[in-house]
């Protein structure tokens, strides 16, 4: 048998005994009463992939970035993949004949040609 206590910032506590058979079922409870006053993993999720940053989201969340982190690091993973794979769709003007141009290469010789360092261009989606 467990004993758990949960305290809010605002000093408001709960008691519970956890026993092996509802740890499961507990575990969920405690997690959802932490969380009461911040926001879901989904909705940390659903603003990093709305291009939110992650100490913009645990502002509004109320909480340290690290915490925000561990919910972001997949997103922003699938972030910089998207953003690789535009960077590989070819693209071509209409009426144009011949091969197809990569996006990137693209945009790269267009920034050059405007004196603009390309390298300096961070690919997000």
């Known amino acids: 048998m467990v004993h758990v206590l949960c305290s809010t910032r605002t000093s408001a506590s709960a008691r519970g005994v956890v026993t092996a058979g509802k740890l499961c079922e507990n575990k969920r409870a405690v997690t959802r ?4 006053n911040s926001l879901t993993p989904r909705e940390i999720q659903a603003r990093i ?25 997949p997103v922003m993973a699938e972030r910089e993949h998207i953003a690789a794979v535009a960077q590989t769709a070819t693209v ?11 996006l990137g290469d693209l ?7 405007r004196g603009l360092d390309a390298s300096e261009i961070v690919w997000d989606a």
Not at 33 to 36: F, I, K
Not at 92 to 102: K, L, M, P
Not at 107 to 113: G, T
């Open 49 to 73: 992939r709305s291009g939110a940053s992650v100490a913009d989201v645990a502002a509004e969340a109320g909480t340290d970035v690290e915490r925000i982190e561990a919910f972001a690091g």
């Open 92 to 102: 071509r003007q209409r009426g144009e004949a011949g091969s197809h141009r990569r």
């Open 107 to 113: 945009i790269e010789r267009r920034l050059s040609s």
């Open 33 to 36: 009463y932490l969380m009461a």
